[in-house]
């Protein structure tokens, strides 16, 4: 998977500017492209509420929030992980003559054919967090996908270093294949990877997808981990919910903590488990800027005004061999000694991290 734009990953100096602006200027954005903006309306598909909590805790509040400042009528809806609902929720959104419609797509060829319709109708549309391969959306808002697997990778590299291992046995741990963001996810740890493995400091000794879905990553670990004689040194897993169930799995072995085991959404369970030494790290991805910069482009959209200064990179869609315009936001890695930033960015709520179990934890984090 190429992209022909990446935004750099923001160093040290600049995570405190990044976290700031996740609630000014893109804010500023979303406010500036609504004044004067003529009434509309936007459709909003979200995926599920399982995979990640982020969908209804954070996207849609966030959107719902943006779209009404604007002035601009929002059908926010989620598929729940049903493909049919998911096109049955397209059908209804592009008979009621949205302006715009931005989805998170189940899968590539569902979220195309919604698409495809929504284009026919005159629709603009815009992907959200997923590229919809083959779907000829307007503009993609998302992340920048490859670094947040980089991170990932630096991140299990500095863990293992901590703990004092130059050598190490790693899983793999992959997101659904049908989700192109695990592809992308993928390609950024396995290159952010590539140096070591062809040393030979580091082996991958396994590599299965977890589907985004604790059961089902834990059951893979654990037969991997068997597979292994129980000699596996880290884990790089694409996200926190998968984490949690690679937890619980070494829990049982009575080696959490001792494996590193990376992660991404930086969930209330992800924070939690980083607190406890448990997970290694996460990847904070500021949903607030991602959401600001959707809603700004579906305003701009039905204002009929100007998007180039929003979508200032693009992603290659493989299937039709072109690019789309985007708007990538940066994502931040976070370890124990950086959880507060999260919670100070009010992404996450000290009371729901901080509870009687990491009290003492987030104490010492310096969060209260």
Do not use: H
């Amino acid at each position: 998977m190429r992209k022909t734009t990446l935004l750099a990953i923001a160093g040290t100096s600049a995570l405190t500017m990044l976290l700031a602006g996740c609630g000014s200027s893109s804010t500023k954005k979303a406010d500036n492209a609504g004044a004067g903006a003529k009434s509309g309306k936007v459709g909003v598909i979200l995926p599920d509420a399982t995979t990640s909590p982020r969908w209804e805790a954070n996207d849609r509040p966030l959107l719902a929030a943006s779209f009404k400042t604007a002035g601009i009528t929002a059908d926010i809806q989620n598929a729940n992980g049903d493909k049919s609902k998911f096109g049955t929720i397209c059908d209804g959104m592009i008979n009621a003559s949205v302006n715009v419609l931005l989805i998170v797509n189940l899968d590539s060829d569902s979220g195309s054919a919604c698409l495809k319709k929504a284009q026919a109708a005159g629709i603009k549309t815009i992907d959200y967090d997923r590229l919809t391969l083959g779907g000829g959306a307007s503009y993609y808002v998302s992340f920048d996908n490859v670094a947040v697997g980089g991170l990932m990778a630096t991140g299990i590299e500095k863990c293992l270093t901590d703990a004092g291992k130059t050598k190490a046995n790693l899983v793999l741990i992959d997101g659904d294949p049908t989700d192109n963001n695990a592809a992308l996810f993928k390609k950024g740890y396995v290159d952010g990877l590539k140096a070591k493995v062809d040393s030979g400091d580091y082996k991958i000794v396994g590599d299965q997808t977890g589907k985004w879905d604790a059961n089902v990553a834990g059951t893979a670990f654990e037969q991997l981990y068997t597979a292994q004689g129980g000699k596996i040194d880290g884990v790089v897993s694409a996200n926190d919910t998968m984490a949690g169930g690679i937890i619980a799995r070494l829990k049982a072995n009575k080696l959490n903590g001792k494996v590193p085991v990376t992660g991404q959404d930086a969930s209330v369970a992800g924070l939690q488990a980083i607190l406890s030494g448990d997970q290694c790290m996460t990847v904070y991805k500021a949903i607030k800027a991602e959401a600001d910069a959707a809603a700004s482009l579906a305003i701009a959209l039905i204002k009929g005004t100007d998007a180039t200064g929003i979508a200032k990179g693009s992603v290659m869609d493989t299937v039709l061999k072109k690019e789309v315009p985007s708007a990538l936001e940066v994502p931040v890695a976070i370890y124990k000694d950086t959880v507060k930033t999260v919670i100070d960015d009010g992404f996450q709520k000290a009371a729901d991290v901080c509870t009687a179990d990491f009290a003492a934890a987030c104490k010492k984090a310096g969060i209260s």
